[in-house]
DNA sequence: AGAACTTGTGAAATCGGTTTCATATCGTGC
DNA sequence: GCACGATATGAAACCGATTTCACAAGTTCT
């Protein structure tokens, strides 16, 4: 059924029925008669007829490098909530981590698909840049910062520094690493960087026999504590990037009897769930995965209201949560 | 720029150009000329124009009950995968386990939104059913039987019954059950019958004070664990719906001097990534959310092309991973 | 050579809405 | 009594694509 039926039906002409789901000038005695006739036939308007003459969609894209992720799906939740309130819905688009699908997903999008963007990707590159400023709509990255866009972000680099610096302060000497991709500059550069000046700021010095550079997994941080801990020089602390990254460590040194906290220390970024129950509780930095995708959200709504291309850039604090695995006396 | 404009450029006529995007009758130069126009403008036809025309949107509608779980974003991401490849993209609704937007999602997809359906739902009601009836584009419900639609589902109870029957087969003489609701026939009735006729089966009885209903999480089972060791009996074993509420009542007994698996053995049912990593390493049912994301989506498709109202049930088999929480000599 | 297909073409109708426009009615201030 | 703004209305133009249709040209089969 289509407006002109459905008008017919109820009896008014197709621009009342029209102004009815637009709210036009409409007389009460014709908007019951649609609402009688609505009742009746259960008419529903086309989305894409509408789209073609007003331009607007009622959808926001969200391209994400994975799903199963419990910081991504945190934020994506964030992003939802705020959205669905405001009658928008979400454009899915899960990259898997791949460049090409990213760079797609931005073409796609950057026309007439949506009515605005969300980006959450881990590293940028020139490709990216040029293509977001392509975007014909706004656009918001969340988890990132990217000079000239708006951003919604943590600080990362607060974060890493003050866990390291909660196991410095306990009297650890010898800190390790195991961070991620620094191309990502959110959970890899800063998260180093803020690990470096801890231990520079305490007087030591970082040993690049005790940095390694992880995949977000928990085998991969199993993988490179398995490596670490074979090498001559042995580490009173160990700093990840990740609490995945940290899981799989701490299963090697349980499978390896090295005692946490009192052989090692561990401290991570994400305070995930799983850092609650692991056979040491896990020392975790909590980041406002949830806010950020709110905040994120709110961000985007703001834009497209304004239809300004003034960008704004939110950074997020964080609270440390210590437990057993830096817990020494 | 529109398709006129467009054509213009190229030099060939709006039907060319429609025929180019479609995979209609074209002659090689046209092609060519509209490839090169291309190159120079940058040109993407309109989604919704195409539309309204057409009725195809290439796009499926996902509606989930909570977004941060790991299941269910395995079972998302598997649904992306298969989808993605064939050029549709997801609208995804997350209802918060909330009743009416379920509803209200299935009210808005029912009508010309979205080409296909897919719908993951824990408890269904006569509304459900009259609305899903009243379905005017395929749809698929994954992680729950529901006669009369096409379904993917998960051996729930054969799962539940191979893991309390491990336990009972490693001498266990009082089993214990934490479950969830049951009017969630997968995971609470399902899991609750298997669990149920394991312990038949081995000629014990089921105790209803070593039964109890938790929510979806592991505070809940914490909870609930707390309580039933309150109690004057008991237990010897633990079969827990899901992971999360293991992990909780693990946490319990981890504080209240209670040895796993010595004094009690725990199983569950998921193989979430959390439960390698816990204190005890959990023994748990393997689900294969992701195959069965995929499989919903290939039903889906399958339907979408047919056209045919034949509805298909599939039911995915389950592997058991022991751990050392029901590793007792 | 002529019939019967297959392939290729552009003008025009069509999809289902929104928005403009010309016009009507009403209350209100002067 | 008249000008004026606010409210209300339906016909018609419009949005940007797809699809139909009538027809042309090239192939293949008798």
Chains 1, 2 share one sequence.
Do not use: W
């Not at 109820?10 to 009742?39: H, M, Q, T, W």
């Not at 052989?263 to 995965?289: E, F, Q």
């Not at 994120?296 to 291309?309: F, Q």
Request: net charge neutral; with cysteine.
């Amino acid at each position: 059924m289509n407006i002109s039926e459905f008008a017919e039906i109820a009896g008014v002409s197709v621009s009342a029925v029209s102004r009815y789901f637009n709210n036009g000038y409409l007389a009460d005695d014709k908007r019951a008669l649609i609402e009688a006739a609505l009742e009746k036939t259960g008419y529903m308007p086309s989305y894409s007829a509408r789209t073609v003459r007003s331009k607007v969609t009622k959808l926001v894209g969200v391209i994400l490098p994975k799903l199963s992720s419990e910081s991504i799906s945190r934020v994506t939740e964030g992003i939802g909530e705020v959205l669905g309130e405001e009658g928008f819905e979400l454009l899915l688009v899960n990259t898997a981590n791949d460049y090409n699908r990213e760079i797609s997903s931005l073409e796609l999008f950057r026309q007439n698909r949506v009515d605005g963007v969300i980006l959450l990707a881990s590293v940028f590159t020139d490709l990216h840049r040029s293509l977001l400023s392509k975007m014909r709509v706004p656009t918001v990255i969340v988890g990132q910062q990217f000079k000239g866009f708006n951003c919604v972000c943590h600080n990362d680099f607060g974060a890493a520094y003050s866990m390291t610096k909660l196991m410095l302060d306990k009297g650890a000497k010898h800190p390790a690493f195991i961070g991620v991709n620094p191309d990502d500059i959110a959970a890899g550069r800063d998260r180093r960087l803020g690990f470096e000046k801890a231990v520079t700021e305490a007087g030591l010095s970082v040993d690049p026999k005790l940095c390694a550079i992880a995949k977000f997994s928990m085998d991969s941080g199993y993988d490179k504590a398995k490596r670490m801990f074979s090498g001559r020089k042995r580490p009173d602390c160990l700093f990840c990037a990740t609490d995945s990254i940290a899981s799989g460590a701490m299963l090697y040194c349980r499978e390896n009897g090295i005692t946490i906290p009192d052989d090692l220390m561990v401290g991570a970024v994400g305070d995930s769930r799983m850092g609650r129950v692991l056979y040491v509780p896990l020392s975790s930095v909590h980041l406002h995965y949830k806010t950020a995708g709110r905040e994120g959200a709110n961000m985007l709504l703001s834009a497209m209201k304004s239809g300004s291309d003034v960008h704004r850039v939110m950074q997020l604090e964080y609270d440390i949560i210590e437990r057993e695995s830096t817990n020494r006396v």
